[in-house]
């Protein structure tokens, strides 16, 4: 068990909808990363935030929005849902915005778009 | 732009056989190099990881790892397989560059299989 935890753990949802991924990080780390794992495209990082504020952006849809809120937790929200969303959806955190510091991912929400 | 190549989408070893996953890096910067190992509907676990000093890297569960400057490769390596290590393996880069935006960009994945 990594500490990071994410919810929900499974996701099936229509096309067009919208949808809202949870993480909470490990006690006391304060930087929280977005991955998306597909077939097609592998493990694709997404958007990084430290301590509140982003820190980075990779390849993040603009239908793709995520926050950082004061008690560490980051919400990754998809939006107008395409088949090509489905993919597994990873959260990390680390205790530092810097790169030697490992990144600890939750077990991933799978979602599903139909 | 840094990136990861990982030689051989599938392996297969003999319990009790050498594992050896190979990883080569691209980066304009020196970089810091991961392995993760992620288990079927699990998420990733850090084996290992290089950042500077002794380029030669101890891991969880066995494995280690040497960084190579000359070759620009991280390979994977572990004297002898158990069953337990059948999943796939992701290696991945950051910046090396203290301060900046500290994403990792992963392999494609190397799935090991262990037979008897």
């Known amino acids: 068990d990594s500490g990071v935890t994410q919810t929900p753990k499974h996701l099936i949802t229509a096309t067009g909808q919208r949808v809202t991924l949870r993480c909470s990080p490990r006690?006391?780390?304060?930087?929280v990363y977005w991955y998306q794992q597909s077939l097609d495209q592998g493990l694709q990082f997404l958007i990084h935030?430290?301590?509140?504020?982003?820190?980075a952006k990779g390849n993040i849809l603009e239908r793709f929005s995520a926050q950082q809120f004061p008690d560490l937790h980051s919400e990754l929200n998809l939006s107008s849902l395409e088949l090509g969303d489905s993919a597994l959806y990873f959260c990390?955190?680390?205790?530092?915005?810097?790169?030697?510091?490992?990144?600890?991912f939750g077990p991933g929400t799978r979602l599903t778009v139909t | 732009a840094q990136s990861v190549t990982q030689l051989g989408s599938h392996v297969s070893v003999s319990e009790g056989a050498l594992v050896l996953l190979r990883c080569n890096y691209s980066?304009?910067?020196?970089?810091?190099l991961f392995w993760y190992v992620q288990y079927p509907n699990q998420g990733l676990q850090l084996l290992l990881k290089?950042?500077?000093?002794?380029?030669l890297v101890k891991g969880i569960n066995g494995f280690e790892a040497e960084f190579k400057k000359s070759e620009t490769s991280f390979h994977l390596t572990k004297p002898s397989a158990h069953m337990s290590d059948a999943a796939e393996y992701f290696c991945?880069?950051?910046?090396?560059?203290?301060?900046?935006?500290?994403?990792?960009?992963f392999g494609t994945g190397t799935r090991l299989q262990v037979t008897l």
């Open positions: 290089y950042t500077t000093g002794a380029t």
């Open positions: 006690s006391g780390d304060l930087s």
């Open positions: 990390a955190s680390s205790a530092s915005g810097t790169s030697s510091y490992e990144q600890y």
């Open positions: 991945a880069v950051s910046d090396g560059n203290t301060g900046t935006a500290s994403k990792l960009t």
């Open positions: 935030y430290y301590n509140g504020e982003e820190r």
């Open positions: 980066s304009s910067v020196p970089p810091y």
